[in-house]
């Protein structure tokens, strides 16, 4: 159960500074956030069947298809549910009709605003992080059960089926599943699954939904390891302690001699500098580098120059890769303490310091380790 009075605190703020009388949102996860409902039908579809407003109260709109079921199985009492007919209208003029004005909305409305939910949502609530704790331990349960199983002949089909179906039994979705054996894992930053034998070592990437909230984390198994995946490994984890670092100092404001408004792009340069010091200086080129996670798989992605704002609570996931080899998972960055969410206690662990970048903390983390079998 979301916590409806932090949303429309955060709301109210939103429409008394932008001068409007209403906020909608049709997209599933900005429907999640201020729900926690699902809106999803057509997996393929970017907005969903329903739009959720807030206009000084909340209340959903929907067709006479979904009404009842939305009412009865996905949102709070609390939230008032309103349809039209199915053939007479689409969701967005529906809206339109029945919303005050003026109004902004995540999807096209015409005469609204367009809204940017993924500001909206950060920093986490308390009842986010408790969810969030929950789904990281479900996600790297599932996809570390799979891993352990895993044999060098298996296609990475067939290795994405069964994370698709263990992350299913737990009531998760799976929006990213990439599988890698030696070969194309070698060749190729997105490893999308194909009828190719893992071979001697795998990449296993995951995106797993709930919610509304998303955990991202990579897995590293290796039957007969190449001799530059250790190194290249312990490399890009390196990178990972680092940025991981460089968000705390930021959320601090202390990455950039006490600034406040330490960004994204700040913690980027960390992030490069990173790359440089463990001897891989133009990886960073080659793959994106992750960033704010929360109600996307990245709420934002660190770049050079990027003003987005490094907030908490929140989720961070930084994935730097180094040819061949990843390091990732999803950590809830707080005011007093960063934790692992994707973490069981089941899969190995190594000490990894960050690179000595001014400003950044170069205490050891404890990061998910290759498994050599």
């Known amino acids: 159960m979301v916590d409806l009075d932090a949303r429309t605190e955060r709301l109210d703020a939103y429409l008394d500074d932008r001068g409007l009388e209403a906020v909608w949102f049709a997209k599933p996860n900005g429907f999640a956030w201020l729900t926690g409902g699902d809106n999803v039908v ?116 067939e290795v994405a089926a069964g994370i698709d179906i263990s992350l299913a039994s737990r009531d998760v979705d799976t929006p990213v599943v990439l599988v890698g054996g030696a070969e194309r894992a070698r060749r190729f930053r997105h490893y999308t699954p194909s009828d190719a034998t893992l071979g001697d070592y795998a990449l296993v990437s995951v995106t797993a939904e709930r919610a509304g909230l998303y955990a991202s984390l990579t897995r590293t198994v290796a039957f007969d390891a190449p001799d530059w995946l250790e190194a290249r490994h312990r490399a890009a984890a390196r990178v990972e302690a680092t940025a991981l670092a460089a968000t705390e100092a930021a959320a601090d404001g202390s990455l950039t001699d006490g600034d406040a408004s330490d960004t994204a792009g700040n913690v980027f340069d960390a992030i490069r500098e990173a790359y440089d010091a463990v001897g891989f200086a133009d990886e960073w080129r080659e793959h994106h580098q992750g960033g704010a996670a929360g109600f996307a798989g990245r709420e934002w992605f660190a770049a050079p120059g990027s003003d987005e704002p490094v907030r908490r609570p929140m989720g961070y996931a930084w994935n730097p890769t180094v040819q061949g080899a990843k390091s990732e998972d999803t950590h809830l960055v707080a005011p007093d303490f960063t934790e692992t969410l994707t973490k069981t206690g089941q899969w190995p662990t190594h000490e990894v310091e960050p690179v000595d970048v001014e400003g950044v903390s170069t205490e050891p983390r404890e990061l998910s380790a290759p498994v050599i079998r």
């Open 42 to 157: 057509d997996d393929d579809a970017d907005v969903g069947v329903a739009a959720a407003g807030y206009d000084g109260a909340l209340r959903v709109i929907t067709d006479n298809v979904e009404a009842e079921r939305l009412a009865a199985e996905e949102l709070p009492d609390a939230v008032a549910v309103e349809s039209f007919p199915w053939y007479a209208d689409s969701l967005a003029g529906a809206v339109a009709e029945r919303s005050p004005a003026p109004a902004a909305a995540d999807f096209d409305v015409p005469g609204f605003e367009r809204v940017d939910g993924s500001r909206l949502r950060q920093p986490l609530t308390d009842d986010d992080v408790e969810r969030y704790r929950e789904l990281g331990r479900e996600a790297a349960a599932a996809v570390e059960t799979v891993c352990r199983n895993l044999e060098p002949e298996d296609p990475e089909y």
